[in-house]
């Protein structure tokens, strides 16, 4: 294992770029980004750069590339353990081919593109923007989400601010929604969505061949879902089911 520190007072402005492995993120109450990375079998290269991974801090940014073919000698395959710590409220670009991204903490954004690594995140404060063909996506709570997959499931737990999420077989669940303009587009996969209570909605769900039932009533129609429309729900699917509830007691965020 290889490990560095760098002065970090303030967030900070994370962007790693591995090809494979894992990738772990965590916002704490520091004034020290670390970063740990285990490599694969083999040892550093001749030219002193750890076969051509790559760490620089400073002045509010923490960058760590590796090549997609490590300059390792020995061979082994190119999975690397990267593992970050890094001040509250720090965001986070992070680029991948099949590394499994995991943050915990309040993060302040996060932006991860991968193709087949999963996507966890516990709280993101600010936009969250997720692109993953066959990995999945599972957020605890966050503001506005982006998220775009093929195969993928895309699970969020409270969504503060407007959510669009589009995939093909891929499930849609959000366990609380707190208000905003919520757009969900699926082929085959099915779209769960719960409203907290006390929110007018309005809905516009469609399906060509599944199912769709809602617990809500239309927002005007009188009791609860009179109140002022805090949000708009649009759920679109070719043959996916579509479920539209009120959020559990709790479960607001």
């Given amino acids: 294992m290889t490990s560095w520190e760098f002065p970090a007072t303030e967030p900070v402005d994370l962007q790693i ?12 109450r520091t004034q020290t980004s670390t970063v740990e990375i285990v490599l694969p079998p083999g040892r550093p290269g001749a030219d ?19 090549p997609d073919r490590l300059r390792l000698l020995g061979g082994g395959s190119p999975r690397l353990k990267v593992t970050v710590t890094v001040p509250l409220g720090s965001s986070c670009k992070l680029h991948t081919a099949s590394a ?6 309040e993060l302040g954004a996060l932006s991860a593109h991968t193709a087949s ?5 516990g709280q993101v404060t600010g ?22 997959t093929l195969s993928g499931n895309v699970r969020i737990g ?6 669009t999420c589009q995939t093909v077989s891929g499930q849609v669940e ?5 208000g905003g303009r919520i757009d969900i587009k699926t082929v085959s996969g099915d779209i769960s969505v719960a409203v907290i209570r006390g929110i007018g909605v309005q809905l516009d769900l469609s399906a060509l061949s599944g199912m769709v039932s809602s ?7 009188g009791g609860e879902a009179g109140a002022a429309v805090a949000a708009t729900l649009t759920c679109r699917t070719v043959s996916g089911d579509i479920r539209v509830s009120r959020a559990a007691q709790g479960s607001a965020g």
Avoid: E, N
């Fill in 17 to 28: 770029r591995i090809a494979a492995g894992t990738i772990k993120v965590i916002a704490a």
């Fill in 174 to 178: 959000i366990a609380a929604v707190r």
């Fill in 127 to 148: 936009p969250v923007d997720v692109h993953t063909a066959s990995g999945g996506v599972r957020l605890a709570s966050s503001g506005p989400v982006q998220a775009k």
């Fill in 117 to 121: 690594g999963d996507v966890a995140a």
């Fill in 158 to 163: 409270a969504a503060a601010g407007d959510v």
């Fill in 215 to 221: 617990d809500l009533q239309p927002s005007g129609a």
């Fill in 100 to 105: 499994d991204i995991g943050c915990t903490g």
């Fill in 48 to 66: 002193g750069t750890l076969g051509g991974i790559r760490v620089a801090g400073g002045a509010g940014r923490l960058v760590i590339t590796a």
